[in-house]
Each structure stands twice: as C-alpha cells, then as structure tokens.
C-alpha cells in the first residue's frame, strides 16, 4: 500500500521534435548509435508469457501491457487481461495493443525532453531564470527568482507536491513536484510558442507513427480504453480531460509509449549531449519519496536526473518513473547505455505492487519500488492487505475478523497497516467500521494528531460521544504542541 493515500494525479507531458530541418549537433530520425550489449541479450529477445500470466494472477493485476527495447529497438510488446478493470466474469473486451491507458507521471520525462530539445535549439538555458520567461504569478516568495528550468526538471525548485508553494529552498534538495511540471509546461509553450499537444502531434507523435497518443481525450480513444480499479477495490472512470495538462493528461500505449523511448536511446530526438544530462545526477536523493525532511531507509543509491530519477546498478546511473492516478499505473526503467527499457501500464493500483517482478520477467531490474511506498505483491504486508480488504468486501464484519485474526498472529506485519484499513473503511463510505482499525493505529503512533482526528470522526459516528471528544481534544493539543515548537 502506498504510504500517502493522497489521490494526486501527477502526470506526464509532452515532447518534441522539430518538423523542420535538424540543428547542428542533433541526430536525425532513424540515425542510429553504439549501444553496449546487454547483460540479458539472450534472454529478452521473447516475452515469458507465462511469467507474465503468473504475475498478474498472484498480484491481483486485471489488466497489463508491457514493452521491451534492446539496443534502441523495440523487440516485442505484449497485452494481457480485460480492458474493464471492474469485469471479473471477463465479459468485456480484452486489451490489445491498440488499448489506450492513462499513463499519468509517466509524461514527466516527456515534458522534460521538450525542454532538452528546446535546449539543443539554443531556445531555452537550462539555468536561466524560469521567472524571466514566465512569472509565476500565484506564488508570493522573492526566492522564485532563483527557479530556473534544470531545477523543474529535476524536482529540486522546492516547490511544494500540488500548490504554488515554496516547501525547501530552490535548488537545495529533491522533492517530487507536479506543481513544478505544471510551471515547466507553461515555460516550455512560451518558448514552443503554441501549445504542448499541437506541437507533439506535429513533430513527435507523428513521426515517431504513436498513433494512439495523446495530451489531449479524443473520441477515438473511447472505443478502446482501459478502465481503472483504485486502491479501494472500486471502479475508477476515464478521465476526458480536454486541458492536455502534461503533468496528468497522457493518453498512450505501451506500444506508442516504447517508439518513443527507443527513438530517444537511437538518437532520433536529442543530441548525445542531452541525453547524457538527462541521465546525469543534479542531486542525490537522500529522503523518503513521501517527505523531503524524512531521510530514506532503503539502501539503493538514488539521484535526481533531469525528467528522471536515477538508480544506481553497478557503475550505471538507470533512469525511472512511476505513474499513478489511482486507478491507472505505469513503469518506465531505461538503461542509456545498454539502450534497453521496458514500459508497462496496468488498469489497477495493484500493477505498481507487481512493478518488479514484471521488470524482472522482462529482462531488467528495479530497486527503487520500496522507495516508492509500494510493498511488493508477494511481501507478507501486501499478502495481509489484500486476504483483510477481499473479505471486507465480501462482508465488513468478516473483514475485521480477520484483521484481528491476522494482528493475533503477526501484529509487526499487519498493525502497520491499520491507519490505512481505516482510511479504506472510510473513504469507502464505513466511517464508522473504520474505528476499530483507528484505535490500533493510535496505540502505533500517540502523538499524531491527524490520527487522532480521523479516530475521533469514527467514534463520533458509531455513537461513542464521549470518547470522540476526547480524541478530538488529544488531536488540538497535539496541534497546538506543534505549531509552538515550529515557533521561533
């Protein structure tokens, strides 16, 4: 289970390739470079289908599309499962490879390389002042004067997740921002001048033949969509956002999605200059995903690329990215100098938690998936998880006996993971079936007082009155405990 339950749908952009003739210094489409042999080259060349299969089923994934590229190319994509999350008799129609995902974050390096092809244009310093091109109106701190487009790509401006806000100084340390993205996309238009998914279409999407991909919903889309299934069991429906925000509105496939991947590793689209930059270290990653000031306690070396976050394997900086809207996820893993990938996209939340075993069934490897809040599907947390959440929706009260049968047997493994049964009980409508998971996460943490707050609105709805007032009271003193210590 993700440790923020947070639904911000972060997401992906756009990028680009000029229509007309190639600057100097910038590869032409189809021009190919020297990639290093793979350590797997034998082994990837065909999909283990069966592993595949294997995967899905003990991971709870309905639906899967997934690519590979070797050596710049891509070598095989292959669907697997319903389109239709929610179908479980398996009426409706399979995925294809023509069946379009939300592809979420994974539009984030797209963006980023708009910027680096801006860059190889001499259209855009990657160190000049972000606010020079663009003021950013809505945000009130001088220290925006010192954002500039390396720091956006990177998520090192210390703009905060989803707000127009300051949370660490610019350029002292990563910090995931959508909000940053959101400014970067509006940098890169003013220098494009016209709009993201006009220019992509043109330029990228085009030559590059993904014809399935998209900023921007269009109809055609809706005859072959994958329908999401959130972290709640529920169905979630397509978004048909028309704004063609590159942060959250990419529409592709796995198929489209690795054309443009193995374009980039071949050279099709940025200088070597810039593709080295993009796998080049700006910051090192030292905190957790879900908190700049909290430090990580994985022990995989991480770093901030620019449009990627790098692992460390070996002496090899590898590029990733997530995507997550809640109901629609993805992966992107790409070795630049081994020019191999793989892409995936799932219509289930429940796809980030089989992430590395389908990483590792194609042919590479990921470390960073822990970082990431994502307990591995076959990890006794995520086991516990789903065995409380299928009987819960089969029937509360056989839920929580097993909850309890599970917290007798192996309280380390599961009472961690009351606060968020809680907040599955809630957010599903249960306020008050969610008390007793509530309770046991307070006895894990006394001093938080959001906690507290959410256990004192489900005591409140199950008719404890007077135990409600006094969570409430324990979550105001908390509160007020730290606002004076954040005091000066």
Aim: proline share 5%; charged share 25%.
């Amino acid at each position: 289970m993700m440790s923020h339950m947070n639904w911000v749908f972060a997401v992906i952009i756009a990028f680009a390739l000029c229509s007309g003739s190639n600057q100097p210094g910038t590869p032409a489409i189809g021009q190919d470079t020297q990639a290093v042999p793979s350590a797997d080259q034998t082994v990837t060349n065909k999909p283990n289908d069966q592993e595949f299969r294997r995967i899905m089923a003990a991971g709870d994934v309905p639906g899967l599309s997934i690519a590979r590229i070797k050596s710049s190319q891509v070598v095989w994509s292959r669907q697997f499962g319903r389109r239709a999350a929610m179908d479980e008799a398996m009426t409706a129609a399979l995925i294809d490879a023509e069946t379009v995902f939300e592809a979420a974050s994974l539009g984030k390096p797209v963006l980023a390389i708009a910027a680096l092809w801006l860059h190889d244009r001499k259209r855009l310093g990657l160190d000049e002042s972000a606010e020079a091109i663009v003021p950013y109106a809505t945000l009130e701190d001088s220290r925006k004067t010192s954002i500039t487009p390396r720091m956006l790509m990177s998520h090192t401006s210390g703009l905060a997740f989803a707000r127009p806000k300051l949370d660490t100084e610019p350029g002292s340390r990563y910090s995931y921002s959508t909000e940053g993205y959101r400014y970067l996309q509006r940098i890169v238009e003013k220098r494009l001048d016209e709009p993201l998914e006009q220019w992509a279409q043109r330029t990228l999407f085009g030559p590059l033949k993904m014809e399935h991909t998209s900023f921007v919903f269009a109809a055609r889309f809706a005859r072959n969509r994958a329908t999401g299934r959130n972290w709640l069991d529920r169905g979630q429906e397509y978004m048909t956002n028309a704004a063609g925000t590159a942060a959250f509105d990419l529409i592709t496939t796995a198929d489209d999605f690795a054309k443009l991947w193995a374009g980039v590793l071949r050279g099709d689209v940025l200088s070597p200059e810039s593709l080295r930059q993009m796998f080049t270290p700006q910051k090192p990653i030292t905190s957790a995903q879900s908190d700049p000031l909290v430090p990580k306690t994985q022990s995989v070396e991480l770093a901030a690329g620019l449009g990627l976050l790098l692992q460390k394997q070996g002496a090899r900086w590898v590029g990733f990215q997530w995507g997550d809207n809640g109901g629609s996820t993805g992966f992107l893993i790409v070795d630049s100098e081994r020019r191999d990938a793989v892409v995936f996209l799932s219509n289930a939340q429940d796809g980030l938690h089989a992430e590395q075993a389908m990483v590792a069934a194609a042919g590479m490897t990921d470390e960073a998936i822990g970082w990431l809040g994502y307990d591995a599907f076959d990890t006794p947390v995520r086991v516990a998880w789903k065995q409380i959440t299928k009987k819960m929706n089969v029937d509360l009260k056989g839920g929580l006996a097993e909850y309890q049968r599970l917290l007798k047997e192996d309280k380390a493994t599961v009472a961690p993971l009351s606060r968020n049964l809680g907040y599955y009980n809630k957010f599903r409508g249960f306020v008050a079936e969610a008390e007793p998971f509530y309770r046991v996460a307070v006895e894990q943490k006394p001093n938080d007082a959001d906690l507290y707050e959410v256990w004192a609105e489900s005591l409140k709805a199950s008719g404890q009155v007077d135990a409600a007032a006094e969570a409430q009271q324990r979550a105001k003193d908390l509160n007020a405990s730290r606002t004076k210590s954040k005091t000066p």
